[in-house]
């Protein structure tokens, strides 16, 4: 049966697991990535570099498989590589020492886990064909098991060493493998249903334009975010807040995230793409700049969170949406490495290079966020084209 013949419904059974334990992984991997590696001895700034790394490797991994499965069509066999690989590297980090060893394996999980991450968007929304705005409702079960995963780990973490995490992460891996095989890989394409794929993209005129502008965005946009990702665990010990805390407040936010991606085909409908990014980034300013001037209000950081809905929610769900329209499907597999590549990879690496120079322990690098997500909205704001609101 063809997946485009399936209800929505069917469709997002499909789906959902494969996002619920990739991005449970990415709970477990990334929030805690610089408290695992402060208890095996390493500075902030060795955290820092290594973090650093593991985000830049976005800038190259996605395309070493996005060639290959756009040239073959065969998407789920290098799905399915990179999730083996990357349980392997995960079980690595139990054994060993020092800054090299930890930025070599930590840097090839990274590696292979974000190399598969556009081929999972780019089958994502094949499956849903005519029905990509609705992708956040499948999107938003990998947010809820980054909800539980981290609220679950802040409480573990008060109680149990570190090395909890590699376990929970390889154990996490085989479920991922396991979920591939609810979707039915796609039969290879004919030569004659290629050559009308190729005469079909050779008339789609991609606007390159826009895609730089889009590009540029979210490169601005992750340069904010690498403080959050890599630090804010970190800045929050500093004010006496346990683990348990913290965990609750990064699954907050994640869990407000949720409710965006529940609702962002509805916002769809009625806003365009450049008033729903402009308003998100706009509110990213809010956030870093209440982080920074009210961390030792709880009330104050908890509502900071709830503004994940729109700084991640918001945001991550428009440049899917809009990557969507701006490159063929052939070309899914491209615009979607794009987006991880550079918007992810570079910004979020530079982001923690940038990070780590002015960490001092104080709130500085949310500063910096803020600045960053300024950028970003005014280049939004004067650099995006209105298009359809589209379905």
Same mark, same amino acid.
């Given at each position: 049966m063809s997946?485009?013949?399936?209800?929505?419904k069917?469709?997002?059974?499909?789906?959902?697991?494969m996002?619920?334990?990739?991005?449970?992984?990415w709970?477990v991997?990334l929030?805690?990535?610089?408290?695992?590696?402060?208890?095996?001895?390493?500075?902030?700034?060795e955290?820092s570099?290594?973090?650093?790394v593991?985000?830049?490797?976005?800038?190259?991994?996605p395309?070493m498989?996005s060639?290959f499965?756009?040239?073959l069509g065969?998407r789920?066999?290098f799905?399915r590589?990179?999730?083996v690989?990357?349980?392997?590297?995960?079980?690595?980090?139990?054994?060993?020492?020092?800054?090299w060893y930890?930025?070599?394996v930590?840097?090839?999980?990274?590696t292979f886990l974000?190399?598969?991450?556009p081929?999972?968007e780019?089958?994502?929304?094949?499956?849903?064909g005519?029905?990509?705005?609705?992708y956040g409702?499948?999107r938003?079960?990998?947010?809820?098991?980054?909800?539980?995963i981290?609220?679950l780990?802040g409480?573990?973490l008060?109680?149990?060493?570190?090395?909890?995490?590699?376990?929970?992460?390889c154990s996490?891996?085989?479920l991922m493998?396991?979920?591939?095989?609810?979707?039915?890989?796609?039969?290879r394409?004919t030569?004659e249903q290629?050559?009308e794929d190729?005469?079909?993209?050779?008339?789609?005129?991609?606007?390159?334009?826009?895609?730089?502008?889009?590009?540029l965005?979210?490169i601005?946009w992750?340069?904010?975010m690498?403080?959050y990702?890599?630090?804010?665990?970190?800045?929050?010990?500093?004010?006496g807040y346990p683990a348990?805390t913290i965990?609750?407040?990064?699954s907050?936010?994640?869990?407000?995230?949720?409710?965006?991606?529940?609702?962002i085909?509805?916002?769809?409908?009625?806003?365009s793409? =450049?008033? #729903? *990014? !402009?308003? %998100? &980034?706009a509110?990213?300013? $809010? =956030?870093w #700049? *209440? !982080?920074y %001037? &009210?961390?030792?209000s709880? $009330?104050?950081l908890?509502f900071a969170?709830? &503004?994940?809905?729109?700084?991640?929610?918001?945001?991550h769900?428009?440049a899917?949406h809009?990557?969507?329209?701006?490159?063929?499907?052939s070309?899914a597999g491209l615009g979607?490495?794009?987006?991880?590549?550079?918007?992810?990879g570079?910004g979020l690496?530079?982001?923690?290079?940038l990070?780590?120079?002015?960490w001092?322990?104080s709130?500085?690098?949310?500063?910096q966020?803020?600045i960053w997500a300024?950028?970003?909205?005014l280049?939004?704001?004067f650099?995006?084209?209105d298009?359809?609101?589209?379905?």
């Open positions: 997946t485009h013949t399936l209800t929505f069917q469709k997002s059974l499909r789906l959902s697991p996002y619920l334990f990739f991005f449970t992984l709970g991997f929030p805690y990535l610089g408290r695992f590696l402060l208890a095996q001895g390493l500075s902030e700034q955290v570099i290594i973090a650093a593991v985000t830049g490797v976005n800038m190259f991994a395309f498989f060639y499965s756009d040239m065969r789920m066999i799905i590589a990179g999730y690989i990357s349980g392997v590297m995960y079980a690595a980090t139990l054994y060993g020492e020092g800054f930890f930025l070599t930590f840097g090839l999980l990274a974000s190399a598969v991450l081929q999972m780019a089958i994502a929304l094949d499956v849903l005519s029905e990509k705005s609705r409702q499948v938003l079960w990998g947010s809820a098991g980054f909800v539980i981290v609220w780990l409480i573990l008060t109680t149990y060493s570190v090395r909890i995490l590699p376990i929970i992460g996490l891996t085989v493998f396991a979920s591939t095989f609810f979707i039915k890989e796609k039969p394409k030569k290629q050559a190729a005469t079909s993209n050779r008339a789609f005129k991609v606007d390159w334009w826009q895609v730089v502008v889009l590009l965005v979210l601005f992750q340069f904010g690498a403080p990702n890599t630090f804010f665990d970190i800045y929050l010990q500093q004010f348990s965990g609750f407040l990064m907050f936010g994640a869990l407000c995230e949720i409710a965006v991606f529940f609702f085909a509805s916002f769809f409908r009625r806003f793409e =450049r008033s #729903l *990014m !402009t308003v %998100a &980034l509110l990213t300013v $809010i =956030r #700049l *209440m !982080t %001037a &009210l961390p030792e709880f $009330i104050a908890v969170q709830t &503004l994940h809905a729109a700084t991640f929610g918001v945001v769900s428009v899917i809009r990557i969507g329209h701006l490159f063929p499907d070309k979607q490495g794009l987006y991880v590549a550079i918007g992810t570079f690496s530079v982001g923690n290079v990070a780590g120079l002015i001092t322990g709130g500085v690098v949310f500063i966020g803020a300024v950028l970003a909205t280049l939004t704001w650099g995006f084209k298009n359809e609101r589209a379905n």
